[in-house]
């Protein structure tokens, strides 16, 4: 049976998330907890009580939207993403995995079957790091991927913590937001590639294989300060060029790795005290690295520490080393690929396997139940920017893909 996502509605309602914003468009910034992000769910919850969906909230905040089956008994299919963003980001990261979610729910619903499992959308808290410096909030709750102690430890930038920033909508403990494996029996989500390779291939459908892991650490140089004109060279202890030289292996680190999907970012540098005429005491690094082998990863990891000990010693500076994230990589599972695959190839759609080197809730999700991903392109691989656009076709032909493959998930 057909099924026929209504796309103007779609992108009317991506429009309308959109204008939610501290910033004004295109630029799109919805930080967690903000009056834009609390905004955005209230929104999300009438657009589904227009549509007839069950809804509700758990102690996070994740939403869960409900297309109820013939067998409630069964354990559901679910799909999601995020609706939270960046300081200036766009308007297609995260919200067309939920509303393109949201339309196949309602295009199943239109279609007049029943599914057999009921369906569930998840809109999943805090996706991105901006409040707390942690990605995937909800989900890693979810999956008891960070416990509630753990959780109740974070703070944000004006030393906030979770606890002081939870809405009155999000009841209950935070121990309550684990799951157990098996609550879903499959779960898939829809989003823009955030890279160039399917709108390059001239590609409708990317069906991810293997999502990457992040290993994020903090790194602190302690040296010692002085007068840029009265220390000498010889007796520096220059706390920010023991940080550049570690940057720089970080970089090799990654060049050098037996991965080609290795990959390393110096994302966060501060230095004291910041002024032109003082020898810098003390240096912050933050840093992110990833790959989908894990094994690769963790052996540069391993050679970046070393060296950054070297150096630290060598320049009489001392280093603190803070793991804040730590996470395995995800393998899809192959047999919701293979229901995919196959409605891609009768809906005429062009599609490829690949890998996601971006991480999202579905990392987590994996470990509660068997996931996949499907990537629609998106223009130059630009994402995380106001610039940031997929077009309708590609929205459409994702949305409409996914209705069809939940629907048959939920009716196996």
């Known amino acids: 049976m057909p099924l026929t996502p209504d796309i103007a509605r779609l992108l009317d309602e991506l429009k309308q998330l959109a204008a939610i914003s501290a910033h004004p468009a295109p630029a799109v910034t919805r930080v967690l907890f903000s009056g834009e992000d609390l905004a955005a769910r209230k929104w999300l919850l009438a657009r589904a009580a227009e549509a007839g969906l069950e809804s509700r909230a758990d102690a996070v905040g994740n939403l869960f939207i409900t297309l109820p089956g013939l067998d409630p008994e069964l354990p559901p299919v679910a799909t999601g993403s995020h609706t939270d963003a960046i300081p200036n980001a766009g308007a297609y990261d995260g919200t067309v995995g939920v509303l393109g979610g949201l339309e196949a729910l309602r295009a199943i619903a239109a279609s007049g079957e029943t599914p057999r499992r009921s369906i569930e959308l998840i809109m999943f808290t805090a996706e991105e790091p901006t409040r707390f410096g942690i990605g995937c909030l909800g989900s890693r709750l979810m999956a008891g991927s960070l416990t509630a102690d753990e959780a109740c430890q974070l703070r944000d930038s004006d030393d906030r913590s979770l606890e002081q920033l939870r809405p009155e909508t999000c009841e209950g403990d935070l121990e309550s937001v ?41 790194l602190r140089f302690t040296g010692s300060g002085g007068h840029a004109g009265a220390v000498l060279m010889p007796h520096r202890r220059d706390a920010f060029l023991a940080a550049a030289e570690v940057a720089l292996a970080v970089e090799q680190a990654a060049l050098d790795s037996s991965s080609p999907d290795t990959v390393g970012t110096t994302g966060v540098i501060e230095v004291k005290p910041g002024a032109i005429n003082s020898i810098p005491c003390d240096a ?129």
Not at 189 to 203: D, S
Not at 288 to 316: P, V, W
Not at 366 to 380: D, G, N, Q, S, V
């Open 178 to 218: 684990q799951l157990r494996e098996g609550t879903y029996s499959a779960f898939v989500e829809l989003h823009i590639e955030q890279g160039p390779e399917l709108e390059k291939a001239g590609l409708d459908i990317g069906l991810v294989e293997k999502i990457a892991a992040p290993a994020a650490f903090r």
């Open 284 to 412: 912050l690094l933050e840093i992110d690295f990833r790959d989908t082998d894990l094994d690769a990863r963790d052996a540069a990891l391993a050679s970046i520490r070393d060296q950054a000990e070297a150096i630290c010693t060598r320049r009489g500076i001392e280093l603190d080393w803070q793991w804040i994230n730590s996470d395995p990589p995800a393998t899809c599972d192959s047999g919701i690929l293979s229901v995919a695959e196959t409605h891609a190839t009768a809906l005429g759609f062009s599609h490829t396997r690949m890998i996601s080197r971006a991480y999202h809730d579905s990392l987590f999700m994996a470990r509660l139940c068997p996931t996949a991903m499907l990537f629609i392109p998106c223009r130059e691989g630009w994402s995380h920017r106001p610039d940031e656009y997929a077009s309708p076709e590609a929205i459409e032909k994702g949305a409409t893909l996914l209705a069809h493959t939940l629907l048959d998930l939920a009716n196996a």
